[in-house]
């Protein structure tokens, strides 16, 4: 990364080596296109991932389907499991056995709800979004992680790699799914087309990560040098008012949050994934609160364990126990046989080989 200032501000410039990034992006899309690999539809829809960091998918979800995820999360709050957190809009991830808060109080979110949710899991292994991901990062990818979001988060605008770590930063891109009908009153999902292309602000002078170190001055420093950037670059704000079941996928740089909820009465049901290269990330740690003796401690669980589904792969939920529950269930940690992962990525590149064919121009 090379240190640059802009308006007197540092800033980084993050090296991308996703094909779409790089100046002859659409010359190789354009030949995708005449060799068969990729569709008429799906060669303009990565034309415009290229100018405007995303691309729209229509899942064309039946309401039968999002009346059984709802009544799983309705499940979810009666039988309280004591590995799956639940985040309220203040606060970190909680055990739902210890959380005493509001149920499904406005702002809350559930953290990988698909290692509890048939429903859930559908949505973060399905083969359609992946078939897209796949393309955006020309090698086999797997999901990671999974929010479910009941309202609007309200969050101001940022971009990923400031809290969800991959390795490169770039090699992360996720997925936004309505779960039903969208309205402008509900606080939707607003994102700044063309955003991914503006340098990185520097929150501590040599990295991207806003971090909870973070300073209240350089929070405020950033918005402001959002603010400045996109009226240098003549960028705006969208808003994402869409039927349910249409789905968003965005590249790690797009600047992107939560409008604000304009009827509390309003709900704004989703669910979000996010996806990396399925050869640099195999394993996710994840934390939340439990109550132990009285007292509140944090407690943390790392998987390796893959799912995969008709081509699709993802990480477990980190804190989700797969076999029968302990009295103790926060303390141990998942590790699958080295050769289970193995066999997996064999799998991932022979899927790779048919499917997304490597050019001299792809990434190495």
Same mark, same amino acid.
């Not at 640059?4 to 990034?21: I, K």
């Not at 739902?96 to 509001?102: K, N, T």
């Given at each position: 990364?090379?240190?640059?200032?802009?308006?007197?501000?540092?800033?980084?410039?993050?090296?991308?080596?996703?094909?779409?990034?790089?100046p002859d992006a659409?010359?190789?899309?354009?030949?995708?296109?005449?060799?068969?690999?990729?569709?008429?539809?799906?060669?303009?829809?990565?034309?415009?991932?290229?100018?405007?960091?995303?691309?729209?998918?229509?899942?064309?979800?039946?309401?039968?389907?999002?009346?059984?995820?709802?009544?799983?999360?309705?499940?979810?709050?009666?039988?309280?499991?004591?590995?799956?957190?639940?985040?309220?809009?203040?606060?970190?991830?909680?055990?739902?056995?210890?959380?005493?808060?509001?149920?499904?109080?406005?702002?809350?979110?559930?953290?990988?709800?698909?290692?509890?949710?048939?429903?859930?899991?559908?949505?973060?292994?399905?083969?359609?979004?992946?078939?897209?991901?796949?393309?955006?990062?020309?090698?086999?990818?797997?999901?990671?992680?999974?929010?479910?979001?009941?309202?609007?988060?309200?969050?101001?605008?940022?971009?990923?790699?400031?809290?969800?770590?991959?390795?490169?930063?770039?090699?992360?891109?996720?997925?936004?799914?309505?779960?039903?009908?969208?309205?402008?009153?509900?606080?939707?999902?607003?994102?700044v087309p063309g955003?991914?292309?503006?340098?990185?602000?520097?929150?501590?002078?040599?990295?991207?990560?806003?971090?909870?170190?973070?300073?209240?001055?350089?929070?405020?420093?950033?918005?402001?040098?959002?603010?400045e950037a996109m009226?240098?670059?003549?960028?705006?704000?969208?808003? $994402?008012?869409?039927? @349910?079941?249409? %789905?968003?996928?965005?590249? /790690?740089? &797009?600047?992107?949050?939560? !409008?604000?909820? *304009?009827?509390?009465?309003?709900?704004?049901?989703?669910?979000?994934?996010?996806?990396?290269?399925?050869?640099?990330?195999?394993?996710?740690?994840?934390?939340?609160?439990?109550?132990?003796?009285?007292?509140?401690?944090?407690?943390?669980?790392?998987?390796? $364990?893959?799912?995969? @589904?008709?081509? %699709?792969?993802?990480?477990? /939920?980190? &804190?989700?126990?797969?076999? !029968?529950?302990? *009295?103790?269930?926060?303390?141990?940690?998942?590790?699958?046989?080295?050769?289970?992962?193995?066999?997996?990525?064999?799998?991932?590149?022979?899927?790779?080989?048919?499917?997304?064919?490597?050019?001299?121009?792809?990434?190495?």
């Open positions: 990364m090379v240190a640059t200032r802009e308006h007197g501000r540092p800033m980084l410039d993050v090296p991308s080596a996703l094909w779409l990034d790089q659409h010359a190789q899309i354009d030949a995708q296109y005449a060799s068969k690999r990729v569709s008429a539809e799906e060669a303009d829809m990565l034309r415009g991932f290229v100018e405007n960091g995303y691309m729209k998918v229509a899942l064309a979800l039946d309401p039968v389907f999002c009346e059984a995820l709802d009544d799983e999360i309705s499940q979810l709050w009666q039988q309280r499991p004591a590995d799956l957190a639940v985040s309220p809009l203040s606060g970190g991830p909680t055990s739902f056995a210890d959380y005493d808060g509001p149920a499904r109080s406005h702002g809350y979110r559930i953290p990988d709800l698909h290692s509890h949710s048939p429903h859930a899991m559908s949505l973060y292994l399905d083969s359609r979004l992946f078939r897209m991901i796949e393309l955006v990062f020309r090698e086999p990818a797997i999901a990671f992680q999974s929010l479910y979001f009941e309202y609007g988060s309200m969050q101001g605008l940022h971009r990923d790699p400031m809290f969800v770590k991959a390795d490169p930063p770039l090699d992360l891109c996720a997925s936004w799914i309505a779960l039903e009908d969208i309205t402008d009153d509900s606080g939707p999902l607003m994102y955003s991914h292309r503006l340098p990185w602000f520097a929150f501590d002078g040599t990295g991207i990560v806003c971090s909870s170190q973070a300073t209240a001055a350089e929070r405020t420093d950033f918005k402001q040098w959002v603010d009226h240098e670059h003549s960028l705006s704000v969208a808003r $994402l008012t869409c039927q @349910r079941g249409d %789905a968003f996928i965005w590249h /790690g740089g &797009l600047l992107h949050g939560g !409008a604000p909820i *304009d009827d509390p009465s309003r709900t704004r049901k989703s669910f979000v994934t996010h996806y990396s290269t399925a050869s640099t990330y195999t394993s996710r740690t994840a934390r939340m609160q439990v109550r132990e003796n009285g007292n509140w401690k944090s407690t943390a669980r790392t998987t390796e $364990l893959v799912i995969e @589904r008709d081509g %699709a792969r993802g990480l477990d /939920g980190p &804190l989700h126990i797969p076999v !029968a529950r302990s *009295d103790k269930p926060h303390t141990s940690t998942q590790s699958p046989s080295t050769g289970s992962w193995l066999q997996t990525a064999r799998r991932a590149k022979r899927w790779a080989a048919r499917h997304i064919p490597r050019t001299k121009d792809s990434r190495q």
